[in-house]
């Protein structure tokens, strides 16, 4: 399979994650299984809890805003990616994370608003730098392995004090890297955490061991670490992207996110062939903030295939 595939469907199949979970956030686990309970008979982007059938959610606006940043800009741009960050929430989106809302809106500037947040607060880890990466890992690829981790460290910490949620998001950084080179992110996945800071890779090891289970989960999932542990556990407990999307979504909680990272993860592992098409004919994402524009597929293969040029 091309490199370039398997880009396309990281940015795509994370897309379709975050639509297809949007209408299950907060409810029952299982709750998509008793809508949906034959897999592969369609009707699934169904919308419903404010969004309309294959609309996109915050993961997929910001990781949007990430990836034309980082073309437009030739490369990472911090203070340029807080300002499109700000004049998205600005705009009041339908979603929006409570710690992103408050570090994008507090007035501070951008090196320092999230660090002041969790000096305030003292809870950061939350996985909202996670939910977004998928644009940014798909970039940053070609640049190898430290310089993909280090990179996602640098653009979580732009919303996230907490270092947690840095590992978390350099963690699926690399294992897109690896996945877009045709290694087994799951077999490498004790090697990613040797990479993982010293001082959080005991929890992450917890999380993303092979016999961990979402409902061994300690924090609620809209935490960095159940959060990745649930996607990775979808990804190593299916067979196919479909089921994978399908067993993130019946966990429940946040769904949109969880269902996010895991259509990333997915989307790497399996590449575009393995994506329903019919969970991309609505699929949609709109981007507040910047003069109504409205994304679809063509748009987000576009914009994927050029945050992965050099791939190959
Ligand atoms: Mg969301």
Redesign the pocket.
């Known amino acids: 399979m091309e490199h370039m595939e398997r880009a396309v469907a990281t940015v795509v199949g994370s897309a379709v994650g975050?639509a297809l979970g949007?209408p299950f956030e907060f409810g029952p686990p299982g709750a998509f299984s008793v809508r949906f309970p034959a897999p592969g008979s369609g009707g699934e982007m169904c919308g419903g809890g404010g969004w309309d059938p294959g609309e996109a959610?915050?993961?997929t606006q910001m990781a949007v805003l990430v990836a034309e940043s980082l073309l437009q800009q030739g490369g990472p741009d911090l203070p340029d990616i807080f300002a499109r960050f700000q004049q998205w929430a600005a705009a009041e989106p339908k979603?929006i994370g409570l710690q992103t809302e408050d570090v994008l809106t507090n007035g501070m500037p951008w090196d320092l608003a999230a660090a002041i947040h969790f000096q305030v607060n003292q809870r950061a880890a939350g996985n909202g730098s996670l939910?977004r990466a998928s644009t940014s890992a798909v970039y940053f690829a070609r640049a190898g392995q430290s310089a993909t981790m280090d990179a996602a460290r640098r653009i979580a910490a732009l919303t996230h004090g907490d270092r947690a949620a840095w590992e978390g998001t350099a963690i699926f950084h690399e294992l897109i890297r690896l996945s877009l080179t045709g290694v087994d992110p799951l077999r490498a996945l004790p090697d990613v955490l040797d990479l993982v800071d010293p001082g959080h890779r005991r929890r992450y090891a917890a999380v993303l061991a092979t016999d961990w289970h979402p409902a061994q989960a300690t924090e609620f999932n809209g935490a960095v670490w159940p959060c990745l542990g649930t996607a990775v556990w979808a990804l190593r407990s299916t067979t196919s992207f479909e089921d994978a999307l399908r067993a993130a979504i019946d966990v429940g909680g946040d769904t949109?996110?969880v269902a996010a990272v895991t259509g990333g993860l997915a989307g790497a592992y399996y590449g575009w062939e393995a994506i329903p098409a019919r969970w991309t004919e609505s699929l949609h994402v709109p981007l507040p903030g910047f003069g109504g524009r409205v994304l679809r597929v063509a748009d987000l293969t576009d914009l994927a295939r050029r945050l992965g040029a050099g791939l190959d």
């Open positions: 975050d949007a959610t915050d993961d979603d939910m949109d996110t």
